[in-house]
């Protein structure tokens, strides 16, 4: 009760707050820039007010104030042409201007009244200044073209090479100055996609459709929250008025992708100690320790043991089986695949409307073998644009996304962590190296459905509200089962396809020398997901040639589900295993206001962000820290978690403040500075669930090893 009712006070807070503000027309977009500057007369150096700048071909524009002076607010980041008029004065046009998100291309005009022919301009190519004097903040700019002349993939490899990031898009990790996935912030188009089920960031982006990569590694405005160590913000390409495109396809050759000879050939360690034609009788090191006992003796052991139902093997049949067992596996004949398209234009038979659709595809092998043979992924994206009336602009956008990897499945102990892309390198080095069965198969279906509307109701003021809908869904569990059918025959006794196939730990099965296991793994089974709405209002007023005012609420709400399980060796019994289960739905708002202050050479950005979280789950048992509960057996005799001892979490609010100083002092030196509060919500898997290790909540033989707490800060 009592979080509800800090959660409408709140509501009610920041609804009173948007209301003062809306009436003083004040607004923000976060995947747009701003150009502005001044015209003057080029002989008198006088301003000229009432001059025209147009953006050359779309219908930006403005014209100047008193004092010469003007701006263009929410222009998609980009290259462009920018032509100034004014009756009297010959037109100039300024070419490569280079407009980016939330920065202030200042772009001034020099006009002329000399006399020119009808239709001739006066062209110059736009120069970049060497230091951005509005940047009050640790950040760096990306676009295709930039990714295009790196040796690099696609545009994330390119943003990978700047200082302090890092980004792994096939395991779905990113860094920023040390801080991972739970710390940072990727937005699309001002939309989120964070998978807040196993902290994970959907970073496999779309290099034909992005127009440009904007990466904050510090000092942040108050439009940003939930973020601690960084920001990725993408912008995407809209179709423009004719079909375009482009196609990039590479294939990397097949090739071995480690030192040394083949891991799983003939002239590997294993092959040369036990299939070598010396190997019958024992085999020491150079110290004379011994390696292997040798086949004849492999030979007496099994034949008094009636191996197979046979007590009359030769050490040559049994090296025969030894082999089949481990037969070598093919791993360096397949090449990589690596494509990504995307094409775009004007949509038939509806004014001034676009789209703009991509697909990226890659296929990767890893460099051993691996249950899922290679890790690939598979993701559309589309996006349409509208513009129903001048001022109003609607986007329609869309994501649909399918990773099919493997995942570790050996891991007895702890809670579920799903790595996409599972190294198998270590599992190669262990007792399972021809058992690739031990680890687990997992496919991820990654989806996003956004819409936005954009409504200009001044050249100074605009409005922006987004929604944004984003899930995934994750499914793991063993391999195919291994068949029973006779693959070979080694004196007249059959084998099966034994070490491929999967086979439960009831069916134990270790090779002839005692070295490597053909059973068990596959523990993992999961089948869970995590569905996410965003609502965002945004506002955005330029007040006067000082002050460029934002606001902005945010409410965001998750429906979180996790059914995991790790089963044992006891993996027949139906309550035998470790659980993690949990269904939840916490959820968020949050406002901001900020105020963007350009005056002569210094730039500043104040502002004030309320973050408002309530997890809305429950509390275990609270005020004993040392419960019995969590003992072996202490759950026996309650049927649910919902009959334990329990209370609801609390809702929290905090305040962040932000500050931010730049000031040039040369023409390629500027001094900046930054301070504000940063928060990020506490991951789902440290706030929520049960962890029953051994047996399923409520037996008297297990226990609970981990108790999620929603009420961390």
């Known amino acids: 009760m009592t979080s509800f009712s800090r959660s409408n006070k709140l509501l009610y807070f920041l ?157 779905l990790e990113i860094e920023i100055r040390g ?244 190294d198998v390198v270590g599992s190669a080095m262990g007792r399972d190296k021809y058992y690739l069965a031990a680890d687990d198969l997992m496919d991820v279906w990654t989806k996003q459905i956004g819409a936005k509307i954009v409504h200009t109701l001044s050249p100074s003021t605009f409005y922006e509200v987004r929604y944004n809908f984003f899930s995934t869904e994750t499914e793991a569990g063993p391999s195919r089962a291994r068949s029973d059918v006779p693959a070979k025959y080694v004196s007249g006794v059959s084998f099966n396809e034994a070490p491929l196939g999967w086979v439960n730990e009831a069916t134990s099965l270790t090779d002839l020398t005692g070295t490597y296991d053909f059973f068990g793994g596959g ?21 006067n040639q000082q002050h460029l005012v934002k606001v902005g609420l945010e409410y965001g709400k998750d429906h979180v589900v996790r059914e995991n399980r790790k089963a044992g060796a006891i993996i027949l019994e139906a309550d035998a295993g470790n659980f993690l289960r949990y269904d939840e739905s916490p959820n968020h708002m949050a406002g901001y206001i900020q105020d963007k202050i350009e005056y002569g050479g210094m730039i500043a950005n104040i502002g004030l962000r309320v973050e408002h979280y309530a997890a809305s789950g429950a509390i275990y048992d609270p005020g004993n820290l040392y419960s019995m509960l969590w003992a072996r057996g202490g759950t026996e005799g309650f049927g649910s978690p919902e009959d334990l001892p329990q209370e609801e979490s609390k809702a929290h609010t905090y305040l962040a403040p932000r500050v931010a100083f730049s000031h040039p002092v040369r023409e390629n030196t500027k001094f900046f500075f930054n301070y504000g509060v940063y928060y990020s919500e506490p991951t789902n898997r440290d706030r929520y669930g049960l962890f029953s290790e051994s047996w399923d909540f409520g037996n008297g033989q297990g226990d609970i090893r981990f108790v999620g707490y929603p009420d961390l800060e």
């Open 15 to 171: 609804t009173a707050v948007f209301i003062i503000m809306f009436s003083l027309q004040t607004a923000w977009a976060g995947t747009t820039g701003k150009i502005a500057g001044v015209v003057i007369d080029s002989g008198t150096s006088e301003s000229l007010p009432g001059a025209n700048v147009i953006i050359v071909g779309t219908n930006m524009g403005a014209s100047t104030d008193i004092d010469g002076m003007y701006f263009i607010l929410n222009v998609p980041p980009g290259e462009y042409s920018v032509r100034s008029t004014m009756m009297g004065y010959g037109p100039v046009v300024q070419q490569k201007v280079v407009v980016n998100v939330d920065r202030t291309t200042t772009l001034d005009y020099s006009l002329s009244t000399a006399v020119l022919d009808v239709g001739e301009d006066i062209v110059i190519t736009a120069t970049r200044p060497l230091v951005e004097k509005d940047v009050s903040s640790s950040q760096s700019i990306t676009t295709t073209k930039m990714a295009d002349d790196l040796p690099v993939n696609d545009i994330m490899g390119a943003v990978s090479l700047e200082p302090g990031v890092s980004v792994n898009s096939q395991s």
């Open 179 to 422: 801080g991972g996935n739970d710390e940072i912030s990727f937005q699309v188009d001002g939309m989120e996609r964070s998978d807040k089920l196993n902290d994970k960031i959907y970073s496999v982006t779309n290099s034909a459709s992005v127009s440009e990569i904007q990466v904050l590694t510090g000092g942040f405005n108050a439009e940003y929250g939930n973020i601690r160590s960084g920001l990725f913000n993408v912008v995407t390409k809209e179709g423009g008025q004719k079909i375009s495109g482009s196609i990039d396809y590479r294939m990397g050759p097949a090739h071995q992708k480690h030192f040394g000879p083949d891991a799983y050939g003939t002239d590997q360690y294993d092959y040369q100690t036990y299939a070598d034609s010396n190997s019958f009788n024992a085999i020491n090191d150079v110290e004379g320790n011994p390696l292997f006992v040798g086949w004849n003796a492999i030979a007496e052991t099994q034949n008094n043991a009636n191996f197979m139902g046979k007590g009359d093997w030769t050490a040559q049949q049994l090296q025969d089986v030894w082999k089949w067992r481990h037969r070598p596996i093919e791993y360096n004949d397949k090449p990589d695949h690596y494509l990504d398209a995307g094409f775009g234009g004007p949509i038939p038979g509806i004014k001034n409307a676009g789209f703009f659709a991509g697909y990226k595809h890659t296929t990767a092998y890893p460099i051993l073998p691996s249950i899922s043979q290679n890790n690939q992924n598979n993701t559309f994206e589309g996006k349409l644009h509208f513009k129903p009336i001048q001022p109003l602009k609607i986007v329609v956008s869309g994501l649909y996304g399918k990773t099919e990897t493997s995942a570790e499945g050996e891991t007895w102990g702890d809670q579920v962590d799903f790595n996409y892309g599972y």
């Open 523 to 543: 523990r993992v089974t999961d089948t869970s997901y995590v569905k996410t709405h965003m609502l965002n209002l945004d506002i955005t007023s330029q007040i």
